[in-house]
Structure formats: structure tokens, C-alpha cells
């Protein structure tokens, strides 16, 4: 009788599985070409702010106001970006978040637990670091959770400008870490940013809520429906005194991400598949370029790393958020006695987790908030997340090109399709037919290498029976 075989290590950052893999590829995709249009709105924001012959014009357009007032709503163009876009980005958040929860890596506690912790341990070591920097030298503790953010659109742009080949595990990581972060973000938000509350508001959004929830469970479909309740449920979440953004979050979460039977795509990855473009297309952009306008110089800048809430900001996304995410990491691995997988080394994971300290949207986003009344020190603060997330930018470039060619290997290896079918051939190991199909290849292969060198033989054979015929003509005495 033969012992049983006892279960190795789990292998931390393994292949995906496939449909993991597609899924993940296709939201990088939608991010990258969104996070590449937030860079060109974040640049298009500073040239328009600094250049002298246009910066009043970008301050009229920003102050710019409009909307109904008799319902609380007549606001500037700046605050419907960042309450009204913004809400579109969180709806897609909280959607994102959904489908962990119940398709994917989420779903497994043991799979979670790496993501989420650390989720966390990015988040609270910034914080402690902005609490250190800036309490040690007198400055306000207010901005605390601004540094705990980390922009997926804007990393992702950056993987895509640097041409690193990052292989689909630490892509996938970095894109689960990211969802787990916007969750405690917008926490963050609710809890610590709220504060005069109007019941009535509320308990009009609270019920707005159930009715999207009793029309989702009903089976009711057609946007016409949808979107006018959303708008409602926004607006009264508004007038609440809670955060808007919290509204697209809820109805985010409320959507059914698992599948039923002979459905290609639950509700959830339908509507996401929607309304992600938008997100990332317009939405996101639109609040980079009416809230990244900030006044550069020289002065600015050198006051960035020497007034304390700043220096804290810009501390904690390069400094808090690598050791954070490499520290939850490491410490998640080693307690769970889980390896590494055997194609990484632990300098990708401290690569991965430089890169998440580029912090843009929530983290500007927060900035307003933390200093909210106080213009000049809401511009500094933006100045210091753009400086922090441009060297976490540099820092990770550098790391990441270092193994870069180790990634494109390993892209290829996990890409290599021989048999033509779509279906990358590291996932079909265990089918019996893969092999029958590679076989034949093989064969055809062989049969072509088997004619080909028949005919360089003749050839050869040909050329020695000439070479022997001329030699036999200048045979015979001289």
C-alpha cells in the first residue's frame, strides 16, 4: 500500500487559469489605453495651468458652475468631476470588486488572504509614514490618507510606456491589489470624510438603493430604467452629506458577477464591459484634467520636499507603499508557508510594489478632501502626489527593465500556441488530444526535413558525379 502523496507548497504568483487569464487580459487592456489617456489629460491639466496666457482660462472653466440648484446640484465643473465622473469609476470599482468576491481570486480565502493583506499593509504603512513625516515636523496629521492610494489605470499606463513584458500572475496581482484598495479607500471616504449628515437625503438613497436591488433580483432590464434611478440614488446621496462616489459603488456591488446556466457573461462582466470604456475613457480623464492643474515651478517644487505634509505625501507612495505591499507580501507567504513561484524572484514582487505607489486619481481625490477650504495647501498636496507618483514611476522603470528580459521569456513561454488553436499550450498539458495534435505536426515537420535533406543529398551526389566526370576527361598522359 502506497502513503499518501502529501500536498507541496502553494506556489504564490503560479500561472493563472485560463479563463482567469483571459478575463485579466482583456481589463488591462480597457486600463492601459484609460491610463494611457490619463497621462495625456494629467499633462494636457499642467501645460493648460501653467502656461500664463492660459491659466485664467482654466480657472474659469474649472470655477464654471452650473447645474439645477433647487435640488442642491449647482456645482462647478471641477466638483461635478470629482463627485459626478468619479462615481462612474467607483461603479466600475465596486463591480470589479463583486466579481473577485464571487469568480475570482477573491473567492478563495487562501488566495485572498495575499492580495488582501497586502491591500492593507499598503495602505497603513503610508498612512504611518505621512503621520511620522509630518507630525515630527509640525505639520497637520489631516492628509494622513492621501498617500494610500494606488492608480491601476496610471501603472498600467506606465507598464505600457516602459514595454516591460510583466507576466500575467503579477499583472493579475497588481490588478486584484488594486481593487482591494479602492474598497478601503472608499471606506476611507464614508467614514473619515463625512461629516453633517441629512437623514432624509440618506434615507432617500437607502431606499433608491433597495429599488435597484428588487429590479436587478426581478429580472428587470433596460437601461432606461437603470440610469434614471442611478442619477437619483446619486443625487440624494450627494444632498446625504456622504460622498457620491459611494453611490456607484453600492450599485456596483448590488450586480450578479457569477454566471447561470447558458449564459456567456453574468449581468455584472456585461455591464462592466460597458461601461469600463467610459471610465477609463472620459470619466477618469475628465477629472485628471480639472484636478492635476496645479502651478509648477522651481519654488513649488523645493517646497514639496520641505513642508511636512508634503514631504509625508511623497514618503509615503514611494517609501510606505513599496515596503507596505513587499512587506504584507513576504510576511503573507512566509506564515502561510507558501513559495514563490519558481520563474520569480522576490526583487519582481519589490518591483510590483514600487510601481503601486503611483497614486493619481483617489489619492487627488482624498487631497481635496483632507484640506478641503484650504486652496493653497489642497494645490501643494497635489503637487507632492504628482512628484511622488513620478519618481515611484522612475524607481520601478528601472527595477522592472533590469529582468525585463527574464519577463518577455516567460510571456512567450506562457503565450507559445504550436498547434494553432487559441489556446496558449501551457494549459493543455493534460489533454490527450494537444499531444495527438503535436504529435502530427511533429510528424509533417519531420516528413519536410526528411524531402528536404533527400534533395541536398542529390545535390551533393550530382555535383561529385560532375566533379568526377571532368576529372576522368584530363585523365591520359600530357
Known sequence: MTAPRTPGPRKVFSRLSLPERTFVADALRTETVGGVLLLLAAVTALVWANVPALHDSYESVSHFRFGPGALGLDLSVAHWAADGLLAVFFFVAGVELKRELVAGDLRDPRAAALPVVAALCGMAVPALVYTLTSGTGGGSLAGWAVPTATDIAFALAVLAVIGTSLPSALRAFLLTLAVVDDLFAILIIAVFFTEDLDFAALGGAAAGLAVFWLLLRTGVRGWYVYVPLALVVWALMYNSGIHATIAGVAMGLMLRCHRHEGEEHSPGEHIEHLVRPFSAGLAV??????????????????????????????????????????????????????????????????????????????????????????????????????????????????????????????????????????????????????????????????????????????????????????????????
Open 285 to 478: 480623464p475628465l477629472f485628471a484634467l480639472f484636478s492635476a492643474g496645479v502651478t509648477v515651478s522651481g519654488s513649488a517644487l523645493a517646497d514639496v520636499f520641505t513642508q511636512p505634509e508634503t514631504l509625508g505625501v511623497v514618503l509615503g507612495l514611494v517609501v510606505g507603499k513599496t515596503l507596505g505591499i513587499f512587506g504584507g507580501t513576504w510576511l503573507t507567504a512566509r506564515f502561510t508557508r507558501a513559495s514563490l513561484s519558481d520563474d520569480l524572484e522576490w526583487a519582481d514582487v519589490f518591483a510590483v510594489a514600487t510601481l503601486a505607489g503611483i497614486g493619481f486619481t483617489v489619492s487627488l481625490l482624498i487631497g481635496e478632501l483632507a484640506f478641503e477650504g484650504d486652496a493653497a495647501m489642497t494645490d501643494s498636496v497635489k503637487a507632492a502626489v504628482l512628484a511622488g507618483s513620478l519618481i515611484a514611476t522612475a524607481l520601478a522603470a528601472v527595477l522592472l527593465r533590469i529582468r525585463n528580459a527574464e519577463y518577455r521569456r516567460l510571456t512567450e513561454e506562457e503565450e507559445r500556441d504550436e498547434d494553432a488553436n487559441r489556446i496558449p499550450d501551457v494549459y493543455e498539458q493534460d489533454d490527450p488530444a494537444y499531444h495527438l495534435r503535436m504529435a502530427e505536426i511533429h510528424e509533417r515537420k519531420a516528413a519536410e526535413h526528411r524531402r528536404l535533406a533527400r534533395e541536398k543529398a542529390a545535390e551533393r551526389d550530382a555535383l561529385a558525379d560532375m566533379a568526377g566526370g571532368a576529372g576522368e576527361d584530363h585523365d591520359g598522359p600530357a
